[in-house]
T-cell receptor
Framework: AQSVTQPDIHITVSEGASLELRCNYS??????LFWYVQSPGQGLQLLLK??????LVQGIKGFEAEFKRSQSSFNLRKPSVHWSDAAEYFC?????????????FGKGTKLTVNP | EPEVTQTPSHQVTQMGQEVILRCVPI?????FYWYRQILGQKVEFLVS????????KSEIFDDQFSVERPDGSNFTLKIRSTKLEDSAMYFC???????????FGPGTRLTVL
């Protein structure tokens, strides 16, 4: 069965520092991969996605992610974090079972940004 | 930019009562989904809906749950007899194509007392 692992439950970084959030997936076929962000009390906003092609994908708010098939990873990065990036980040894989697609989410990584 | 909307934002109900959560997907989208997130836990798939029928449902989506697209714009999730453990944030999502980006609404927080 498909699964997504986000090994870091909580990460704290200083404003201006670089950020990398880890995501590993388990899926038999070519995965469709997503990163969503959830600010407190808000819904899920799509940051970026990987379907095929270039393994380095750019998203909104200066985020990027790199798909590495050999490591089954899709880590999210940002070179310089802003205080407004404090939120919870979810990695997800688009899984197709029974003729229908669904998203399988990781447990999320909560990001705290120190001034 | 088009967006998915959900009403109400917060619903409080008594155990055993029926609730209907409403969603308006993006207008040209064809695939519709419900997910839920129990406080502090991950987002879980409930059901997908296409062409006026359920495409797939999870083991969470038992006989107490139903979905409907009563008209050309709304997509609803009904819980017939709520339980305490149904307390969660419920997200609606839609996509234009299958295996495509799903856009999420802001969620409805359901509290069952």
């Amino acid at each position: 069965a498909q699964s997504v692992t986000q090994p870091d439950i909580h990460i704290t970084v200083s404003e201006g520092a670089s950020l990398e959030l880890r995501c590993n997936y388990s899926y038999g076929a070519t995965p469709y991969l997503f990163w969503y962000v959830q600010s407190p009390g808000q819904g899920l906003q799509l940051l970026l996605k990987y379907f095929s092609g270039d393994t380095l994908v750019q998203g909104i708010k200066g985020f990027e992610a790199e798909f590495k098939r050999s490591q089954s990873s899709f880590n999210l990065r940002k070179p310089s974090v802003h205080w407004s990036d404090a939120a919870e980040y979810f990695c997800a894989v688009g899984a197709r079972e029974g003729g229908s697609e669904k998203l399988v989410f990781g447990k999320g990584t909560k990001l705290t940004v120190n001034p | 930019e088009p967006e998915v909307t959900q009403t109400p934002s917060h619903q409080v109900t008594q155990m055993g009562q029926e609730v209907i959560l409403r969603c308006v997907p993006i207008s040209n989208h064809l695939y519709f989904y419900w997910y839920r997130q129990i406080l502090g836990q991950k987002v879980e798939f409930l059901v997908s809906f296409y062409n006026n029928e359920i495409s797939e449902k999870s083991e969470i989506f038992d006989d107490q749950f139903s979905v409907e697209r009563p008209d050309g714009s709304n997509f609803t999730l009904k819980i017939r007899s709520t339980k305490l453990e149904d307390s969660a944030m419920y997200f609606c999502a839609s996509s234009f194509l299958e295996l495509n980006t799903q856009y999420f609404g802001p969620g409805t927080r359901l509290t069952v007392l």
